[in-house]
């Protein structure tokens, strides 16, 4: 049974790196350990996807903080946080232990690199 899941992970992943706009993905347990990852491209160094996961986890954790003080908790807990920089857009979401970070393009540079084109 356990690796029929795993099977259904990978192939979930694989969908994720088709994407377009895809850049990365990491996979954090509940101590903000890398679990997995990857990037398109050149491949992101085991150290490297370290350092993102410290900045994640501490990103995560201080907004669930905020928002809880800001807003009522019985709109529920948060389950995602998007950040947009001027190089790429970062969804990260949490379920139970593992926390999943996405990488991918901001729509605004694709569209700047799409009239660029023209």
């Known amino acids: 049974m356990a690796h029929n899941q795993v099977n259904e992970i990978d192939e979930l992943l694989k969908d994720l790196t088709k994407s377009p706009g895809f850049k990365a993905y990491l996979i954090l347990n509940s101590d903000g350990i890398v679990i997995r990852w990857d990037q398109v491209g ?13 900045h994640i986890t501490e990103l995560y954790n201080k907004s669930t ?11 529920g807990p ?11 857009e970062m969804i990260v979401s949490s379920l139970g232990s593992y926390t999943l970070a996405v990488f991918q393009e901001d ?3 694709a569209d700047e690199n799409t009239e660029e084109g023209t």
């Open 65 to 75: 903080t905020h928002i809880k003080e800001l807003f009522d908790p019985e709109d």
């Open 78 to 88: 948060v389950e995602n946080v998007r950040l947009r920089t001027q190089e790429y």
């Open 107 to 109: 729509d605004r540079k």
């Open 42 to 54: 050149t491949q992101m160094t085991y150290q490297r996807a370290v350092q993102h996961a410290h």
